[in-house]
């Protein structure tokens, strides 16, 4: 397919590379920042612009790699007519395309991208369609770059969002939290890179509640009582310890066939 | 060395495998569940028993892998004059051995092991000894099952506890209530497999506070009110959902120089 990219951040960058790399021709890259569009431009050999006036008028996808803020307004900047556009958000409704073509739709990347990886992960897309054909043309599209595609409505894919934001996102903010914790307490907090990717393999293997381990769920109170003392100095910490804690007594209270 | 094992469960057998494939002599298990020590005595080609008053005298090295409240009473039951004792314990001082042994110390594996895993994770293993000897017996013998040991004393081990606590079984807290919530709404939480694993693999390569994405470190208003309001059936998540995503944002906002 002949593809202009619209973006030239993270997304715009691994999804670019997956596309060229499946054989499409990628005609265009657009990005307000001619510099960031130069750089995208030189990695996937196409042309740039800075101006959404002189986007490429062939394309045959339109990729729209953009914050959830720019694609709000995206209507007033850019008319498709029948063109294909689609958008790599998780909480942004397809209909923003509404008023920018006739046939428009959702690719959107289940996984964290950064455009510096040198080894891409693996990447379930979660697709919609304004109709049948266009829901056909993205699913055809992006089985050339993912084995996993799986159709997914405005509802159902900001389902997903919230579930990769909370298995994610927070679990990455408890690795940020524990790295600070050790630096401050002067213990090696890179001892425990073999544990957390230990307990993140296994999710594939196993469902998660049956793997819950530590105090909480053993309701090991003098455990927990020298790790909240430890964590006086850290208020923050020290309520999400008590929080999580209660959650994980609760969880496993409530379905305790799952342990 | 010749090691005896107090203990059958997940500990014993990962850390007896190990100790056996290193070349030791496993002279017995002990535990006081009879049948338990028939699995792992077949498992480790050694005579088992149930009984304290049993356990073999000709050892060189008494592994100790009970819960810790069984730890905190051992003294009660054996008394090992001046053979090595250590337990594997992450939050229990390493002087719970003072009534049991002249020279004890701690062997404590820095992972989550199951027994029945087919492939050993690598193990980082935190170690103390109550005098130089002790110390240098059990970081020589730790050094034939793992690359990674580290002294850490009480303290430092229950400071790296605690962090392993929050990166981990909070992090698997989270992906249970995450799944716990797709399969509520009806989608499929096996997408998220590969971004749980690339987020974690991550940690390996960068410090975790250099890769928070997501919308509360973006300060994204209206997809966290989308969230907020998806998530109101889920009053516990809910809560989590709010209090890690403040603790995001308060994190960046007193370290900007780390996003």
Chains 1, 2 share one sequence.
Do not use: W
Request: proline share 5%; net charge negative.
């Amino acid at each position: 397919m002949k593809v202009v990219i619209i973006g030239s951040g993270n997304v715009a960058t691994v999804l670019g590379k997956k596309i060229l790399a499946a054989g499409h021709e990628i005609l265009q890259v657009m990005s307000p920042n001619l510099a960031h569009a130069r750089t995208l431009g030189d990695i996937l050999f196409c042309e740039v612009t800075n101006d959404f006036n002189n986007v490429h008028a062939g394309g045959e996808l339109y990729l729209f790699a953009l914050s959830d803020f720019a694609l709000e307004g995206i209507h007033e900047k850019i008319s498709l007519f029948h063109s294909l556009a689609v958008h790599t958000a998780g909480s942004v409704s397809k209909s923003v395309f509404k008023k920018v073509s006739t046939n428009y739709g959702v690719l959107y990347p289940l996984q964290s991208l950064r455009a510096n990886t040198e080894i891409l992960p693996e990447i379930p897309f979660l697709i919609d369609g304004n109709n049948p054909e266009s829901l056909l043309q993205i699913q055809t599209f992006a089985h050339t770059i993912s084995d996993r595609v799986e159709h997914a409505d405005d509802l159902q894919r900001l389902k997903l969002h919230v579930a990769a934001v909370i298995s994610s996102n927070f679990a990455n903010h408890l690795y940020a939290l524990a790295e600070e914790f050790c630096e401050a307490e002067k213990v090696d907090f890179n001892l425990l890179h073999p544990l957390i990717l230990e307990t993140a393999s296994r999710v594939t293997d196993y469902s998660p509640k049956t793997l819950q381990t530590g105090p909480a769920i053993r309701n090991d109170v003098p455990t927990m009582r020298k790790h909240s003392k430890l964590l006086k100095p850290y208020p923050v910490l020290r309520r999400i310890y008590n929080q999580i804690s209660e959650s994980i007594h609760d969880f496993y209270k409530s379905n305790p066939n799952s342990y």
